[in-house]
């Protein structure tokens, strides 16, 4: 069996050395192997699960959420209902994420097509970030 060092399995899985101890100490990443020297030692599940971790980090999924999806993960004959629960929570928060950066967009937008290149008291943007209540949307 085939085990690599922590800088390694950084490398092969995309996940930094600090945040590979961190998951290890929060429980996500089991506590690997020891060498004589205590060097810590990785064997392929430590990477496999190291790569799923990070995808998940990637899509946004928070600690709590990624180590119930690592439950499932670890339990491939449980119902799928939870693990579709999850990902539609997290949908919901990117679509309201869309919208706060939609309203955002167009408040700038408006910003910017207002009053360009006066003076700073004509500035539209100057203006508008003084008084929240000349932009168009309440959140953004």
Known sequence: MSTTTIGEAARASGVKVPTIRYYEQIGLLPAPARSEAN???YEQADLDRL????????????????????????????????ADAIA???????EQRIRSLT????ELERMLGEGRHGRVRDCRVISVLADHGKCVHEHH
Request: one cysteine or more.
């Open 39 to 41: 060097r810590r030692h």
């Open 51 to 82: 790569v799923f971790i990070r995808h998940a980090r990637d899509l946004g999924f928070d600690i709590e959420a990624i180590r119930t999806l690592l439950a499932l993960h670890d339990d491939p004959a449980a119902p799928c209902a939870s």
């Open 88 to 94: 539609e929570a997290r949908l919901k928060e990117v």
């Open 103 to 106: 309203a955002l967009k167009t």
